[in-house]
Antibody
Framework: QMQLQESGPRLVKPSETLSLTCTVS??????????WGWIRQPPGKGLEWVGS???????FYNPSLKSRVTISVDTSKNQFSLKLSSVTAADTALYYC??????????????WGQGTLVTVSS | SSELTQDPAVSVALGQTVTITCQGD??????TSWYQQKPGQAPVFVIY???NRPSGVPDRFSGSSSGDTASLTITGAQAEDEGVYYC?????????????FGGGTRLTVL
């Protein structure tokens, strides 16, 4: 059974860069059937797609975050990562990594990590 | 980018049928997936595509779509169905692949 696990600092200072890694176990990140995505959820609010990556390195970003987001993949470690620069309090959220089926629309997210709460505060 | 609109909250009596809707222009060109989120847990997808259920999801969950509106129906709602439901689809208003979520509908089973 595939599992995804987020890791990274839980507290980030304003204007700095948020960095998270998702480790995939129980399957290969190099599958041609999936994208690998990041979704976030501010406390008490709804889900927001942040971006997705294919194992080849092709990336897709939410237009509202595009100028600050970088998603990368390390197939040798079966991991993918999120960097969000110039963070503010508005970036405080529960960050989920998820597997996204790419071969059929609507490209659903079928496996999720447990999520990690990142707080932006000085 | 496109938006998906959901009613903030819906309630249903135990054992009755409830429909949760999701409206947006992108739904005219894309099927929807639906996710259930319970407090303190990650979302779980319950419907994908036209009307497909992942293994393990009870058959009381079904999906449908017409025009710019997608619907999730729970026939014979159970107490364990309480939670927040999100719709999600590919955003057709942009060229690059993008995905959007609805704002979520909180379902209360009375």
């Amino acid at each position: 059974q595939m599992q995804l696990q987020e890791s990274g600092p839980r507290l980030v200072k304003p204007s700095e860069t948020l960095s998270l890694t998702c480790t995939v176990s129980g399957g290969s990140i190099s599958s041609n059937s999936y994208f690998w995505g990041w979704i976030r959820q501010p406390p008490g609010k709804g889900l927001e797609w942040v971006g997705s990556i294919y194992y080849s390195g092709s990336t897709f970003y939410n237009p509202s975050l595009k100028s600050r987001v970088t998603i990368s993949v390390d197939t040798s470690k079966n991991q993918f990562s999120l960097k969000l620069s110039s963070v503010t309090a508005a970036d405080t959220a529960l960050y989920y990594c998820a597997r996204q089926y790419r071969l059929l629309l609507p490209n659903w997210f079928d496996r999720w990590g447990q999520g990690t709460l990142v707080t932006v505060s000085s | 980018s496109s938006e998906l609109t959901q009613d903030p909250a819906v309630s249903v009596a135990l054992g009755q049928t409830v429909t949760i809707t999701c409206q947006g222009d992108s739904l005219r060109n894309s099927y929807t997936s639906w996710y259930q989120q319970k407090p303190g847990q990650a979302p779980v997808f319950v419907i994908y595509g036209k009307d497909n259920r992942p293994s393990g999801v009870p058959d009381r969950f079904s999906g449908s779509s017409s025009g710019d509106t997608a619907s999730l129906t729970i026939t014979g709602a159970q107490a364990e169905d309480e939670g927040v439901y999100y719709c999600n689809c590919r955003d057709s208003s942009v060229n690059d692949p993008n995905w959007v979520f609805g704002g979520g509908t909180r379902l209360t089973v009375l």
